[in-house]
């Protein structure tokens, strides 16, 4: 999840214009967003596994309140007279060929948020036509439902009917598993995801991906050409930008294998996989070439990375110079208990050369590619 905060005059004018955005924006698209939750969906079915897993789901769900999304900030808006408490999460579309896109969107706070998050990720007509525009879409196949949803110690059981297989492809099974593992991870009470079909556990599903036992960040992969860690291995999420079509530009992850034991600290290997210029399968980066990483150190909730004078080669343009700092932030994001990162050009604190001020913290941010809030916002929002 984003954290954080940028320093200056730049970052109060944001904030205040950001609030300011939301009340309004918010109050125009809750009946929207209302849908984008009960839409694809009718009475919830009764579970058939016989663990009573719906009732534990609405308990425990109750108990973790908006800390379930990483205990980012609610705002209240008034609706018709009524006050209404929403909230961010975060749900892993799919663009025109199945990669896997984080948004952001705000909903009204509400018992089983988690299962509204995986309740949105259902392919229909109604959600479809919502988000098409985007270049995004669901990620579930039509007709899927949440037979039961639980969450305990940190991890979370769904159990799915068996509509979820009602896929063609090895493409649509890897971004299902990872979608969903995604999306409920993006919450603070959820570490781990156990995926059920009709009450019970699955193996190897049609195409080859493993769903045994507990799926996580640490073992399933995103954006890469299988869906599961190999043995001896470890990943880290690192962030590109790709067009969804010719109007919508994402920061989206993709996931890097290396050996467990290389020796290389993980800040290092994350900047040895951006510097790498990285353009596969429509993916792009923005950091220029040649930007070594020299250090970091890590300081409370704070990252610092000391990098190359390479770094100021982007060619110019606020728009570039914000994008390469998106990428360093949101890959940064994945340390456990960062909420800021500050950025070193050869030791020393510096301004780039578009006039960001990059002496003071950059706030990790609770958002990703809010587009569905009905506008672009920026990093720093």
């Known amino acids: 999840m984003l954290r954080g905060r940028k320093g200056g005059v730049l970052v109060n004018a944001l904030e205040k214009t950001r609030r300011e955005n939301m009340k309004r924006l918010i109050l125009l698209l809750f009946f929207a967003l209302a849908l984008f939750v009960s839409g694809c969906t009718g009475p919830a079915p009764e579970d058939v596994s016989g663990n009573d897993t719906g009732s534990e789901q609405n308990e425990s769900l109750s108990e973790s309140g908006a800390e379930e999304n990483g205990g980012t900030e609610t705002a209240g808006v008034s609706v018709g007279g009524t006050d209404i408490e929403v909230m961010p999460i975060t749900i892993y579309y799919r663009d025109g060929e199945g ?112 769903i045994s036992g507990s799926l996580s960040r640490d073992n399933i992969l995103i954006n890469c050409d299988r869906a599961n860690l190999a043995g001896g291995n470890k990943k880290l999420d690192v962030y590109f930008f790709r067009d969804a079509n010719e109007r919508f530009k994402y920061i989206v992850p993709v996931s890097m294998e290396y050996e467990a034991d290389d020796g290389v600290d993980a800040i290092e290997k994350m900047f040895g996989f951006l510097s790498r210029g990285y353009v596969k399968d429509g993916f792009y980066s923005e950091l220029p070439a040649g930007v070594k990483f020299l250090s970091s150190d890590i300081n409370g909730n704070i990252v610092t990375v000391n990098l190359s004078k ?62 569905l809030n009905g506008i672009f916002k920026a990093l720093w929002d």
């Open 99 to 210: 990669w896997l896109i984080p948004v952001t969107r705000w909903i009204e706070k509400q018992e089983g948020i988690a299962r509204a998050a995986i309740t949105g990720l259902t392919d229909c007509p109604l959600t479809r036509e919502e988000i098409e525009y985007y270049g995004i879409y669901p990620v579930l196949p039509q007709g899927t439902q949440i037979l039961g949803l639980t969450i305990r110690d940190q991890v979370a059981t769904i159990d799915f009917d068996r509509n979820i297989l009602n896929y063609d492809s090895e493409v649509d099974e890897r971004g299902i598993v990872a979608s969903v593992v995604y999306t409920l991870t993006e919450f603070k009470t959820v570490k781990s995801v156990k995926i059920l079909i009709n009450g019970y556990p699955q193996g190897t599903l049609k195409f080859g991906t493993d």
């Open 310 to 371: 390479e770094l100021k080669n982007y060619g110019g343009g606020t728009l570039r110079e914000e994008s390469l700092l998106k990428q360093i932030v949101y890959t940064l994001r994945q340390l456990d208990g960062i909420t800021g990162v500050k950025l070193l050009i050869e030791g020393k604190e510096d301004v780039r050369p578009e006039g960001t001020d990059i002496s003071q913290p950059i706030k990790v941010p609770d958002e990703i590619n809010p587009v």
